[in-house]
């Protein structure tokens, strides 16, 4: 099938980098995508339990 759709993104104030975590879901789930500190935009095949799951992941890292 084709890739699903991953966007992360940030409020002005926000101190995740979203591109940062992308790159890690993507490193962990295959895939292509990039952007920058604020907001960031790509595609993974993958089921979207295991999307979700790998965002929880790195937003929970990227929070700690």
Not at 38 to 44: D, I, K, L, S, T
Request: hydrophobic share 40%; proline share 5%; net charge positive.
């Amino acid at each position: 099938g084709s890739p699903a759709p991953v966007v992360v993104a940030r409020s002005e104030d926000g101190t995740v980098d979203s591109s940062a975590v992308l790159r890690a879901v993507i490193e962990r789930l295959g895939g292509k995508g990039g952007g920058k500190a604020g907001m960031a935009q790509g595609g993974v095949s993958a089921a979207p339990e295991q999307v979700r799951e790998a965002l929880q992941t790195q937003l929970r890292a990227a929070l700690a």
